[in-house]
C-alpha cells in the first residue's frame, strides 16, 4: 500500500467505510462538524480556534488543577501538574489568560507575588472537562486493550 506524503500506512486502519446517518442525532454531530471545520468569511473559525487552544494537553491539566485546588501561584501550578515545563507553562497560562479562562493577580510585593485562578467561563469549561475525563477513566480500559493486542 502507498501513502500520501504526510500520511502513514497502516494496514488496520486503511479500509475507510462511509456510512449514512441514521437519526436526527447524526445531523447535530454533522452540523457541529460543518461549524467546526468551514471557516466564515474567509476568518478562521471560531469554533475550531476555540477548540484547538482549549483541547491541548497543558490547557486542560491547568483548567483542571485550577479548577480542583482553586487559587495557585505559579509554583504550586507546576508542581500540581507535574511534568510541565516553565516555559510551556507559562505560554499556556497566558493563552488562557488570554481567552479569558484565567486571571492572573500581581501583588505588589517584594518578591512580587502572582497568583493564578479560573474565571466563571474557566469553570464552566472546568465542568466540560470533568465528564471527558470522567468519560475517559469509564473507557480506559476499553481503549488500552486493543494497544496491548498490537505486534511489538
Not at 27 to 55: E, K, M
Not at 58 to 79: C, D, P, Q, T
Not at 120 to 135: C, M, N, Q
Request: charged share 25%; glycine share 8%; proline share 6%.
Amino acid at each position: 500500500m502507498t501513502s500520501q506524503e504526510g500520511t502513514s500506512a497502516v494496514p488496520r486502519h486503511s479500509h475507510v467505510t462511509l456510512v449514512q446517518p441514521r437519526g436526527s442525532g447524526e445531523q447535530r454531530f454533522r452540523d457541529f462538524f460543518h461549524s467546526a471545520v468551514n471557516a466564515r468569511g474567509g476568518d478562521v473559525c471560531p469554533v475550531r480556534d476555540i477548540l484547538t487552544r482549549i483541547s491541548d494537553k497543558w490547557s486542560m491539566l491547568v483548567i483542571l488543577a485550577l479548577g480542583g485546588y482553586g487559587i495557585l501561584r505559579f509554583n504550586e501550578l507546576r508542581k500540581a501538574i507535574g511534568d510541565v515545563s516553565q516555559r510551556m507553562l507559562t505560554v499556556t497560562l497566558k493563552h488562557l489568560e488570554s481567552d479569558g479562562l484565567v486571571t492572573r493577580t500581581l501583588y505588589p510585593e517584594v518578591p512580587p507575588r502572582v497568583e493564578y485562578e479560573l474565571t466563571p467561563l474557566g469553570h464552566s469549561l472546568k465542568d466540560e472537562i470533568a465528564r471527558f475525563v470522567t468519560w475517559a477513566e469509564q473507557n480506559a480500559d476499553a481503549i488500552v486493550a486493543p494497544k496491548r493486542q498490537e505486534p511489538q
